[in-house]
Structures are given as C-alpha cells and as structure tokens.
C-alpha cells in the first residue's frame, strides 16, 4: 500500500511538471484573451496571435496602415515567409523564449501587468493610448528594461483586466519551459470525399473548366468555405480556402502566394486546391460560403453546360488581368452575375468586410445605413448585354491595374464618363422596351434572401445583413452586373492594404463613381419630378467644388445628361414618393426577409423587446454621446440570455468627399437601431440588464443629454473594460454567440472598446 502511493504521489508530480500543451493549454486561452486585439492586419505590432505561425514569427515595428506612404510595403502575410530565419529577415523580433531570451518577451510583458495590474477606477488614465491611430511602442527583447520604465502600466493584455490566475499559471510555466509547440493540425478525414469531389472539379482540363475556375477562384479567395452537408453539428465545423497551388490534386499543396489573386502565378499551370483554416475564427474575417452538390450543379449549368466556346485562355498580363471583362470576356454575361446574384451577401461583404480589417478613409464613401438591390438579369438580352461590355472594356478598366499615383484617377474619371454616356443610350433603349418599375429589380427567383441587403457603416469598420432592416435607410443602391463586378475587383480582388497612397486614395475616389450610379440607377423608380429633391437631399453641401472635381461625370449624375429622364412606371399615391417607395419594397420582399437581427425575431419576452424598442424613436444631437455599436445582454431567469445590439447610426450631408468627415456631420439627423443578437465585429461597450430592470434602463437611457448622464448608466449597467468581471461576461458572449450564428460567430475584436 505504501509503495502504491509513493509511485501515484512520484507519477503525479512528474505530471504537474509537464509543461502545457500548446493545443490543449495554451491557444484556447490566447483565442479568449490575446486574439481579441492581436489578429488580422490591424494587430498590434503586426502581432497576429491567432495563428501559432504569427505567435513564432514576432512582432514588427512598421504599420501595416499607413495611408501616406509613397511606395508600396513589402507583404508580410503568414504566407510570405516560412521558418524564423526568413522573418528574421524581414524585420520581424521574437516574442517566445529563444536561446538568448529565457521566457521571452511575452513572459516579460505578462509579468508587468502581474507587477502593475490596472489601476482602481472605473476608467483607464490617461496615460494610456487606445487611439486607433496611436504610436505603437514595439519593443523588441532588449529594449524591455526602457519600455517598462516608460510604461510600467502597459503589460498585457493591454488596456483590460490581468488574466485570471489559473490562466495567467498555465502560460507562465508554458513560456518558461521554452513555449513547446507546433501548429494544430486538424482531422479533416470525414471531408476527404467532398475536397476530392471539388478540386476534381476545380481542376477538369479543358478551357471552359480552366477559366471558369479561375473567374471563382478570383472571386472566392477570401471566403470561408464549409461544407454544410458533412458537418453534422455535432463534430466542430472546419473551414476551407481556396488556394492556387503549383501541385495537382494528390499531392501536399504548394501554394502560390501572391499580391493580388490575379498576379502571375509563376508557373505553366496552375492548380485550385483546398486547405483546412487552422487559425482562430475571427468575426471581422469570417465570411461562410457553402460548397455542398446544389452548388456545384449549378455551377456546372451556369459555366460548363451552357453553349460557347473558350479558344484561348487569358494571360495574367497586368494591364488585363485586373480588367474582369477582358479576363472574362468569353464566359456568359449572364453566367457571372447570376454567379454572383446567387451569394450576392457575400459579394457585397466582400466589399464591406474583406480582410483589410479597418478603413475609415475607404467607408467614409458609404451612409452609415442604406439598403442595396440588383436589377433584374432577366432584363438582360445576352447578346445584346455580351456586346455592350465588350465594347465597353476599356471604359471599364480600374485603378487597380496601376499604381502611377493620385492624378491617375483623372484617366478613369474620363473612363467612366464614357462608359455612362454610352450606358444612358443603353438604359433608353431598355426603356422603351420595359419602363423603370419594381420589376427592375431581381426578386431573389422568389426564394433567395440575397435578393435584398442592409448595409450598416460604423466608422471605420461595416456590417452587411440579408434582408431590409430599419424602417427608412439613409440612401438605397440598385447594383447591376457592370457595377457589381467592378466593385469586387476594386475593394477586394484588386486592393491591396500595402498599397501606396496614389493605389488607395484612387480605389476610393473610383468608388465614388460606383457608388453615384448605383444611387442614381436607385432614383430612377421615382417619379421624374421627384428625383433630383432627393438626390439634392443625399448631397446636401456637395457644392460646386464636389461636381468640378467630378467634372468629367457630372453631367449624367448631376445635370442635363441623367442616366435616365424619363418617367417611372410605377404609381405612387403620396405626395412624398420617396417614403412610400421603401414601403413598396419592404412589401415587394417581405417574405424573403431571413429570420435572425429584427427585433420581433428575438426569443426574449415581449416586455423586454418592447422596452427597448423604444430605444429607436430616439433621434437628434444627444445621440452623439452614444458609440457606433453597443452590445447589451438581457439575463433573465434560469440563466437565460438575450442579446441585442444597438447601433448609432451617424447622418452627413453628403459622403462625396475624402476627409473632414466631421465638418459634414449632421448630428441632429442621426438615429438609433435596434437589432436582435450580435451585429458588427468591433463592440464599443457591453451592457447587461436584468431582465426585471428592463424599463429602468431605457429609461436611463432615453434621458441621456450628456457625458455625465451616460456614464451613470456605464455606472449601474456598464461592462468596462476595466471590470472585474470583463473576462466572465466575455467568454460567455463568446459562447452564446457560437451558439446563436454558428457559421457567422468569431472572436470579436476589442481594440475599440471606449474608455468612459
């Protein structure tokens, strides 16, 4: 007995040496603490924590944004380097134990904030920077000593609560053993027989096949791929990316990794392969798109069955590569925008979303509210449709194709104003044929949710939801194919966040173009005389000096020259047509409106909803108090929860202009929405209310006119960031949330969490 107990005490106490395991330890803890502010390109030092392949690789002094650079900077994603030596020699210092380094440099920071926890107090001093624009402090292993002197405050996780104990033990021994690990592996065997079925697919010989997969391929890249009829709910869900790869089906991928997802590859032939995600899932990135057998017969119907003929394949020549009617030409008009069409919430994400992460500079081209349809493709004559962007192409190229620099965008400016005079010929042909009525306007094939979306901006960061949310947004987009593809290949294909200033400001300002069209291809549904009062109503202040610096296309979106003058065919009965137009279309796709972020979806009892539904009559100045997006829980009984967003949506006179954004705010105009769940990726406060004090909340906040009278209700409901209990009331929003959207739900990032 005595000898059994010494060999279970000596087994025991060999156990507890063991250093954690990385996968089963350590990166849990990293996905709930760490990733939250160190991922995707806006990561901190360009430490990206979601990876194990960012952990080993470092930090870096230099900014991926940086919106005044002259020259492009050189990439530094996961994928551009491969093995310490490599990152080593772009700049990159280690944060794990090395052999100079025992501990290492994240040891060291974690230790500061052991040392220097947060001060007392419900907010942050001042010393702390949390601009998003802040000067970053990098320091590399030899300069600790100074950057704790300077910053004795800024140990990690900077600007919030130490980890718990328990955690904060298993990442210290982790690191003094000298940070074991690998990356994760994942079993991805039950989705053996789909990846084969599809990269057969991906990969068939002939042309049609060849540049049909290059056209989805160019347009998938940044999806996250699952395959919704293997998952079965039950087993955790893997995502996939589609990846060109110098090696065929069968053996190890060899991806080609470059710039732009059209650049040259570098090789005779390229193969389309499909790799398993195996970094943390982040809800500013995660963008689901199914790939199950309906899929893939459709695009076989769209791409490979219907008649035409591919002779030669395109080059990746760069001054046609970024031009998808060149690149394209021979498939099907119809078959790309059907394409499209179909996940068309995808392909606006795209836009939206992307894995740029963060661009005030580029969103500020859209309302912080608007809805957006497409036209019809049954309006399209194939033929006639093939021909007219053939002719077209020219006038359709993007900045993309160059970097020359900021003037560059007078070239497409003249481009465009081409290609409108010859689409308002067009669009009076079509006219004739068929008047401009709600039956422009695809209707989802009467099944699709897609058919309608609703955009919401917040700052410098956007969300994009199925259907039409809100009673009455700030302006509204009707997109056909032309548009929609340059959109893609504008601010997702083609942008490139290493970009130069003359690249970046020129994407922006082209988009302006899309974005006009698109409202004025919207304006056409109301009667003529009503058109230009609302158009003057979006772009109140324009001013002269917007329609001279758009001078080469101010005619047809301003003047005597308008896409279309004639009159609408739709009969409208009020003497404010514009109002009664949106109620025409919340009615024209009221039943493909998806469940989910309206508040009547929500499964809380009706006295809470009700409560704060009463939060949206809010309107005028006060709101300004209120940030971009609030995340309020509602704790009922029996551990029941209910989550809710509300979003500060921000009016401007206009959305024409680069900067000064604040000088064309009308606050008095802004407005509150309520949505059911969790919407947007970046939270700028937390909320929880018991369930029985629903109504005293609302109250509270109904009556906010002041910084005082909104930090009483941070006071009594308020999650801060310096909360005691900030990591409790954030893992269970991370497990609700898995819970709620499974497909949708990440890690949310809290870089822009206020300190009020």
Known sequence: MGLALLLWLSLSSRLLAAPPDYTNDIKPILERRCVVCHSCYDAPCQLKLNAWEGLARGAHRDRIYDVTRLLAAPLTRLEDAEGEAAWRAKGFHPVLPDGQNAGGLMLKLLQLKQQHPLPPGPRLPDSFELSLNRDQQCPAPEDFADYARDYPLWGMPYGLPALPAEEQSLLIRWLEAGAPGQAPTRNIDRYGDAIA?????????????????????????????????????????????????????????????????????????????????????????????????????????????????????????????????????????????RFMLDEAGFTIQGFIKSPVCRGQVALNVINDHFWVFFVDPELLQAEGEAHFLAEQRANLRLPAESTAGLLNWLRYAEHEADYLEAKRRAVKQLARRVPPSLDYLWDGDGDNPNASLTVFRHFDSASVVRGLLGQAPQSAWLIGYPTLERIHYLLVAGFDVYGNVGHQLSSRIYMDFLRMESEFNFLTLLPRDARQAARDDWYRDAGEHVRDYLSHIKGYLFGHKMLYNGDSAIKFSSAEPLPELYGLLRNKFASLQPPGFRLGDSPA????????????????????????????????????????????????????????????????????????????????????????????????????????????????????????????????????????????????????????
């Open 197 to 337: 079925g599809w990269e057969r697919f991906f990969n068939q010989p002939s042309n049609k096949a060849r540049l049909m997969s290059r056209y989805i391929y160019e347009h998938l890249f940044i999806a996250s791929l699952h395959f919704d009829t293997v998952d079965d709910g039950k087993s955790e869900r893997t995502f996939f990316r589609l990846v060109r790869s110098e090696t065929p089906p069968g053996q190890p991928v060899r991806m080609i990794a470059t710039r732009r997802p059209y650049d040259p590859p570098g090789t005779d032939r390229v193969y389309y392969r499909l790799i398993p995600v195996q970094d943390a899932g982040l809800a500013k990135t995660r963008m689901p798109y199914a790939l199950n057998p309906q899929r893939q017969q459709r695009w076989q119907q769209l791409f490979l069955d219907t008649d035409y003929r591919v002779e030669h394949l395109p080059g990746y020549d760069p001054d046609s590569a970024a031009n998808p009617f060149v690149t394209f030409e021979a498939l099907p008009v119809n078959s790309r925008y």
């Open 605 to 756: 009892p009706p006295g809470v909803t009700g409560s704060l539904e009463r939060l949206q009559s809010m309107r005028g100045a006060d709101l300004a108090i209120f940030p971009e997006i609030s995340l309020i829980r509602i704790d009922g009984d029996e551990e029941r929860r209910w989550y809710f967003t509300l979003l500060h949506n921000s009016a401007h006179s206009n959305v024409s202009e680069l900067f000064h954004e604040q000088d064309r705010r009308l606050p008095e105009e802004d407005s509150l929405l309520l949505a059911n769940g969790v919407l947007g990726a970046y939270p700028n406060q937390f909320f929880r209310v018991e369930a029985d004090r629903i109504d005293n909340f609302v109250d509270r906040l109904t009556g906010v006119d002041s910084e005082s009278a909104y930090r009483e209700v941070l006071d009594r409901y308020g999650i801060r960031r310096t909360a005691s209990d900030f990591w409790h009331y954030s893992d269970l929003l991370y497990l609700d949330y898995q819970r709620l959207r499974p497909l949708e739900a990440g890690v949310l990032d809290y870089s822009r969490l206020e300190n009020r």
